[in-house]
Nanobody
Framework: QVRVVESGGGLVQPGGSLRLSCVGS????????MGWYRQAPGKQRVLVAQ???????DYADSVQGRFTASRDAAKNTVNLQMNNLKPEDTAVYYC?????????????????WGQGTQVIVSS
């Protein structure tokens, strides 16, 4: 089983930046895919960024050019640098480890979710 812990959320003004981190531990394979998701109040959880084990990173259109995901494989850590934040970025952010990656699409592993970290973008 994989244990996932997200951190780095907080309150930030529009235009500001935050850096989220996600650390995985437990039964993590040497090569794994992962995804960053977010869930706004009253809405479904949606994919924000997906990272393949081969190094490809894809972003949702809504965050393209503002968010950057990076991986520190040695530490089983994945970061999400979020710049030029907007009020619509307000959500709980989750990461997911070791899902499947087929046809360029990441499908989350059902047992590899963290507890999430809250991001609030407000003036």
């Amino acid at each position: 089983q994989v244990r996932v812990v997200e951190s780095g959320g907080g309150l930030v003004q529009p235009g500001g930046s935050l850096r989220l981190s996600c650390v995985g531990s437990g039964n993590i394979p040497n090569m794994y895919h992962m995804g960053w998701y977010r869930q706004a109040p009253g809405k479904q959880r949606v994919l924000v960024a997906q990272l393949s084990s081969g190094g490809r990173v894809d972003y949702a259109d809504s965050v393209q050019g503002r968010f950057t995901a990076s991986r520190d494989a040695a530490k089983n850590t994945v970061n999400l640098q979020m710049n030029n934040l907007k009020p619509e970025d307000t959500a709980v952010y989750y990461c997911n480890f070791d899902g499947s990656y087929i046809g360029g699409h990441y499908t989350p592993h059902p047992d590899s979710w963290g507890q999430g970290t809250q991001v609030i973008v407000s003036s």
